[in-house]
């Protein structure tokens, strides 16, 4: 769902496992967030509390759900130096993370430094995913964050339905690894055009450089500046209680013309505000 999905079967479906769409066009997938003026998530909506609109004009939605989707996410953790006084924090922090994903969940783990690494199992096994947390994290190396989001997305990219990627750093990227060509523009790009889902959280005083903030905004994630006394695992309970409360809305687009469409999605309440995906590539899948 979080790609342009073209299935052949004109219906619109809903499992308790997962959103299913199937259309004879393509369906446009958007996921939602939707918080009141204090903050607070928002349950209990419906199709009418929104209004979507592709490049200005208003669109119909064809689904709309408010029922819990499994995540799908690649959590990148930052074992840059720098991370090394924050190294037993981030790990403990990880297996509280782990504790509280559901039976149909799945995630894989990753790190970055002087290398990037992922766990190769996608799964909900929480065994699997602690033995890495606790086995497979080493401090050391730069920075390579753009490289490593990059690597998350292509860990995910088989993936159907909402592919979430979790980044987790101290710092601003310090250049890739040998072998790697992109940048924040390139993986902004990819982001936008694949329909991933960013969340970042920073661990520093800073705030977190701009590009990863605008990345996370405009795919429809959300990102954390954390003091050194803050709590992380709160912080990723946060993230987790989005991704359960978000709302899956699908519409139909007009044409394929093979571009970038602009999305707005808003909802009908004054007080409210909706985070989603900012745009969508209108070719066939």
């Not at 939605?61 to 029922?67: P, Q, Y």
């Not at 690494?117 to 080493?138: H, I, N, Q």
């Not at 690894?177 to 523009?185: D, M």
């Not at 687009?253 to 590539?281: F, I, M």
Request: proline share 4%.
């Amino acid at each position: 769902m979080g790609r342009l999905l073209c299935l052949g079967v004109a219906a619109l479906l809903w499992t308790s496992q997962q959103a299913v769409f199937r259309a004879r066009v393509e369906t446009v997938a958007v996921y939602a967030t939707v918080n009141d003026s204090s903050g607070r998530l928002v349950p209990g909506l419906t199709a009418g509390d929104f209004e979507v609109r592709d490049n200005g004009r208003p669109v119909s939605l064809d689904f709309f759900s408010s029922d819990t989707v499994p995540i799908t996410v690649a959590v990148m953790l930052d074992m840059s130096g720098s991370m090394e006084r924050r190294f037993l924090r981030v790990r403990e922090s990880t297996g509280y993370f782990i504790d509280a994903l559901r039976a149909d969940d799945r995630a894989q783990i990753g790190s970055f430094g002087s290398e990037i690494a992922l766990s190769p199992l996608l799964t909900g096994d929480k065994s699997v995913l602690k033995r890495v947390v606790a086995e497979e994290l080493w401090p050391g190396g730069g920075t390579p964050l753009w490289n490593a989001i990059d690597t998350a997305m292509t860990a995910l990219a088989p993936q159907t339905g909402r592919r979430v990627v979790l980044v987790l750093t101290d710092g601003a990227d310090t250049g890739n690894l040998p072998g790697y060509r992109g940048g924040a523009s390139a993986v902004r790009d990819r982001a936008r055009d694949e329909g991933f889902i960013l969340y970042a959280i920073g661990m520093q005083r800073a705030d977190l450089e701009h590009e990863i903030v605008e990345l996370a905004e405009a795919t429809g994630g959300g990102h954390f500046n954390l003091a050194d006394d803050a709590n992380l695992s709160e912080t990723l309970a946060q993230v987790l209680a989005e991704l359960r409360q978000q709302y899956t809305l699908g519409f139909t687009p007009a044409a394929l013309d093979g571009k970038r469409h602009k999305l707005e999605v808003r909802a009908t309440r004054a007080d409210l505000r909706v985070r989603a995906r900012t745009s969508y590539t209108a070719v066939p899948r």
